[in-house]
């Protein structure tokens, strides 16, 4: 693309406030941009002319269906296609779209999973248009995001709870501006930029890999002679391959009103990064899930395969998702940020110790909206935060934090007790503080990056829990400060307090290092939830069911239909895992030793002919040692086998939970390490599919 034309492309597909404000009258602008930015119902005569100008724009680009695009609990999307023609009397057909089927569609609801909520027979469910997100064109097909929802109103997906979790942390930030005399804010959101970590391997190479195939990661693999050792692939040089990949994406994306803004090369070979500018949580949420989806179709015009599982290799770094959250008003005054004055400053102080409040008390709720199969492969693994959340400061404004707490001279730039709201916070520069790759929430400057989500994940479901969390925290000190004598006092009294009872969520060290594990969950009492079986029953802990239905976000029996569908996906990963290691141990490994092993013999007994002194050699030993280790995986296929069958037995979900944890997992880890010994020792024209070395190094 030329640099020149970028300009006219970006947001060409894209029905948004250019393209509305062109085709809409002023009056019906003017009502729906209400509608939008305050929430105001929209009238149908509204809906109709929106949907007839949207209809005329779309043909226009040549589309000729519209599909309402939302967003099920499988964690992509979903779509069904209805085209726009209608009968016409004299036999022809017209374009029509009608402010009705914008406003609301009627999937068939049956087979989406609900967790309870929706019997088979109940098909019905509903989506509902979410005008703040702008409707796009995708291939020749309008399409609308909308919310999804059950006969019953539950909510049958993402973007439900997410904007409940907005509008929960717009309402309570608003008290508290509005404690600080702020009158003229009319609404306070959240903004994300997820940075999206991928692979890239050939094609045909991944076309035969039946893991990759079926589960996205490799089941099998011997450590190639060279991993990521030399740190030569991070931040090097772009193949021309994996460039013109990388450009043809941006096109795509940019074409979508994407902010598709970095590109680099990540730390394990073949391993890449894309990172987004910041938008408002829920279109920064379809952003994200609309990017993975182009990642993957453009790599497959490159003849190339998009890898988005959190550990597609074992021994080389994972990939995650930093999603990276502020906070700020529709004035554009981001609440992260320090400020020039003791009220600004007070009022930072006060957010941020109302994100240290609500990571604190609700660390299990962080930990479970990042739990999955694949993640359960990256946390902790020495390139992804542990599975303990902690909250990284940077060492000035910890100190900061402790002069306040202990009513004591601040030693930095200035010296003055910190009593807020009558003196002056010290000055410091927005972004004092280093980067920390090994804390799971990292305050950067003016936002703070949650590094806990795996690559595949949809970034909806950590927003949701940061927003309602924060917005828990905002609300108990509005409660508080609002019924104060005087607001000065109760503000400093209640920050102090907070730093107080939560500083121990806050840690600047290593949190790869052992010892960091042992202190946080023996001395500081944070939790450790290693697995999706460890962590995902607590959501129904009567803190966390109090707290989001309280809030609005969710009703208790959604909260229950999402315990029992994450549970469900889990199980359903690992036991499609181990079916697809037991088919490839019996059907392609175990054949291919056998092969090779017959090779090795007939060698050996050639070499003893024409040397009848030669006792032992190479042959002969090799053969040995792979005739047992054929035998040693045939006994562990037939285990892994035994324990994936032995599940049928238990019904209950959490229960088989942990026998996947405690019985299925192990069994995996036992084949795997036999069948990458035998592959070692392998002649490599033997081995029945492509090798790590292959796979990491064959984009060329």
């Known amino acids: 693309m030329e640099q020149q034309k970028v300009t006219d492309v970006f947001g060409s597909m894209v029905f948004d406030d250019r393209v509305m404000r062109s085709t809409l009258s002023e009056d019906i602008y003017r009502s729906l941009k209400k509608t939008i930015e305050q929430g105001a119902q929209l009238d149908l005569s509204v809906a109709n002319a929106v949907a007839d100008a949207m209809k005329e724009w779309a043909v226009s680009k040549g589309a000729t269906h519209y599909t309402h695009w939302f967003q099920p609990l499988t964690g992509i999307t979903a779509e069904k296609h209805d085209s726009f023609i209608t009968p016409s009397p004299d036999g022809r057909i017209i374009m029509e779209f009608s402010g009705k089927e914008l406003i609301k569609g009627e999937p068939d609801a049956s087979s989406f999973p609900s967790g309870g909520l929706r019997a088979t027979f109940e098909a019905r469910g509903y989506t509902a248009w979410d005008p703040t997100s702008y409707a796009f064109i995708k291939g020749k097909t309008l399409c609308i995001p909308t919310a999804f929802c059950s006969y019953g109103g539950e909510a049958l997906d993402k973007k439900t709870p997410l904007l409940r979790s907005m509008e929960a942390l717009n309402k309570q930030a608003m008290r508290i501006l509005r404690l600080f005399g702020n009158t003229t804010v009319k609404c306070v959101r959240t903004s994300v930029g997820p940075e999206q970590e991928y692979f890239l391997i050939p094609k045909e190479m991944y076309d035969k890999r039946k893991d990759l195939i079926y589960t996205g990661r490799t089941l099998f693999g011997a450590k190639p002679p060279k991993g990521q050792e030399l740190d030569d692939h991070y931040f090097g040089v772009i193949k021309p391959r994996v460039e013109a990949y990388m450009a043809d994406l941006n096109e795509e994306l940019w074409k979508l009103g994407i902010l598709a803004k970095t590109e680099h090369n990540e730390v394990a070979p073949a391993q890449h990064e894309l990172a987004p500018i910041y938008k408002t949580t829920n279109i ?417």
């Not at 009703?555 to 359903?572: G, V």
């Not at 042959?619 to 047992?628: D, N, R």
């Not at 238990?650 to 995996?668: C, F, H, N, Q, W």
Request: proline fraction near 3%; charged fraction near 25%.
């Open 284 to 700: 920064a949420t379809d952003h994200n899930q609309l990017t993975m989806e182009i990642m993957q179709k453009v790599a497959a015009r490159h003849n190339l395969v998009c890898l988005l599982h959190e550990k597609p290799f074992a021994g080389v770094n994972g990939s995650g998702k930093h999603n990276n959250w502020s906070i700020a008003t529709d004035k554009g005054v981001n609440l992260l940020t320090p400020g020039d004055t003791p009220e600004d400053n007070a009022q930072f102080l006060l957010f941020l110790c109302a994100v240290l409040k609500a990571v604190d008390d609700y660390q299990d709720l962080l930990r479970i909206a990042v739990a999955t199969a694949g993640n359960d492969h990256r946390l902790g693994a020495n390139e992804a935060p542990p599975a303990v959340v902690s909250v990284f400061l940077g060492d000035e404004l910890t100190a900061i934090l402790d002069a306040i707490e202990n009513d004591k001279p601040y030693s930095g730039r200035k010296k003055s007790v910190l009593k807020l709201g009558v003196d002056v916070l010290p000055y410091f520069q927005k972004d004092t503080t280093d980067r920390n790759r090994t804390s799971p929430f990292a305050f950067t400057g003016n936002k703070f990056e949650f590094r806990m989500l795996g690559s595949s994940n949809s970034i909806a479901c950590a927003n949701i829990m940061l927003n309602s969390a924060v917005a828990e925290s905002l609300k108990q000190y509005a409660d508080r400060l609002e019924g104060a004598e005087d607001f000065n006092t109760a503000l400093h009294a209640m920050i102090k307090k907070t730093i107080k009872d939560h500083k121990r969520i806050i840690f600047n060290g290593n949190g790869y290092d052992e010892s960091w594990i042992k202190e946080a969950t023996e001395k500081r009492g944070l939790l450790n939830y290693r697995t999706t079986p460890d962590c995902m029953p607590h959501l129904l802990d009567k803190k966390n069911v109090d707290m989001l239905t309280a809030h609005g976000v969710y009703y208790e029996s959604e909260l229950k239909s999402r315990c029992e569908i994450m549970l469900d996906n889990y199980c359903k990963a690992v036991i499609i895992e181990a079916n697809t290691m037991t088919d490839m141990a019996l059907k392609q490994i175990i054949p291919a030793i056998e092969e090779y092993t017959t090779a090795l013999a007939e060698s050996a007994a050639k070499k003893k002919a024409v040397a009848e002194a030669i006792s032992c050699c190479y042959e002969q030993k090799t053969v040995t040692k792979l005739s047992v280790l054929i035998d040693q995986i045939a006994y562990r296929t037939e285990e892994l086998t035994a324990a994936v069958a032995s599940l049928a037995e238990t019904g209950d979900i959490v229960e088989k939970s942990y026998a996947i944890r405690d019985k299925v997992l192990p069994k995996m880890s036992q084949l795997r390490a036999l069948a990458d010994e035998a592959e070692s020792m392998t002649a490599e024209k033997y081995w029945p599919f492509p090798t790590y070395g292959d796979l990491l190094f064959g984009v060329r």
